[in-house]
């Protein structure tokens, strides 16, 4: 999964049986994302962090597999293509989750007397706690 993009396109094209067209190129001047540096980012800007983390533990086979049904989810209209915008859809709701759930998390360590509300004194508390 070191390329998880160009994986994308490939399994698009193998689940499909005809290759995928490239809707958008990329604007002059535009940066680039740096593959070699990492594809961790990639996995999980993707996947959402946990998801990423599960894909981790899978063999190839496995990935390829699961990531075929994460393309099928991919394709809004059905067409089977993934245009940049249903990617760009996917990639923000994935963002989206993330964000929720880890709200979600930290709320609970930050509303100490568990009334669903974080006033001043608990966020003081469970951020600045050990140096007051």
């Known amino acids: 999964l070191r390329a998880l993009p160009a994986l994308l396109m490939l399994l698009t094209a193998g689940a499909l049986g005809k290759p995928t067209a490239r809707q958008e190129r990329a604007r002059p ?8 540096a990492g594809f961790q980012y990639d996995h999980e800007a993707f996947l959402g962090k946990e998801e990423a983390r599960s894909f981790d533990q899978l063999s ?5 597999e699961r990531l075929g049904k994460i393309v099928d989810r991919i394709d809004d209209d059905k067409d089977g293509y993934i245009t940049t915008e249903e990617l760009k859809t996917w990639i923000k709701r994935v963002q989206k989750r993330y964000i929720y759930e880890n709200v979600a ?28």
């Open 29 to 36: 001047g535009a940066v680039q994302h740096e593959d070699r």
């Open 105 to 132: 998390k930290v709320w609970k360590d930050y509303d100490l007397n568990k009334d669903d509300k974080i006033a001043w004194e608990e966020y003081k508390q469970a951020t600045y706690g050990y140096y007051l």
């Open 60 to 64: 190839p086979e496995e990935s390829r």
